[in-house]
Nanobody, 123 residues
Framework: QAQLVESGGGLVQAGGSLRLSCAAS????????MGWFRQAPVKEREFVAA???????LYADSVKGRFTMSRDNAKNTVYLQMNSLKPEATAVYYC?????????????????WGQGTQVTVSS
């Protein structure tokens, strides 16, 4: 069983930046695909980004060019650097881990989830 703990959320003005972290414990996730999802109030959960064990990435069109996902396998941690934030990015951001090996934007493909961290972007 793996535990994922997100951190780094907070309140930021539009145009600002935040860096989210997701630390894993209980299992080495070196070979797992890691993903970030977000859920805004009264909206469906949506995919943000994913990274393979080798560093390949996949991004939602809405964040391409502004968000960057990375991982440090030695620290069992993944990151989401979010730049040029917009108010519509306000949501709870969740980290997830998938054992299936392929980059995926589908939440059902992920086995483990964190509790989430709140990101609020003011206009």
């Amino acid at each position: 069983q793996a535990q994922l703990v997100e951190s780094g959320g907070g309140l930021v003005q539009a145009g600002g930046s935040l860096r989210l972290s997701c630390a894993a414990s209980g299992r080495t996730l070196r070979r797992y695909v890691m993903g970030w999802f977000r859920q805004a109030p009264v909206k469906e959960r949506e995919f943000v980004a994913a990274i393979s064990w080798s560093g390949g990435t996949l991004y939602a069109d809405s964040v391409k060019g502004r968000f960057t996902m990375s991982r440090d396998n030695a620290k069992n941690t993944v990151y989401l650097q979010m730049n040029s934030l917009k108010p519509e990015a306000t949501a709870v951001y969740y980290c997830a881990a998938s054992s299936r090996g392929n980059l995926s934007s589908t939440g059902l493909m992920y086995d483990y989830w964190g509790q989430g961290t709140q990101v609020t972007v003011s206009s």
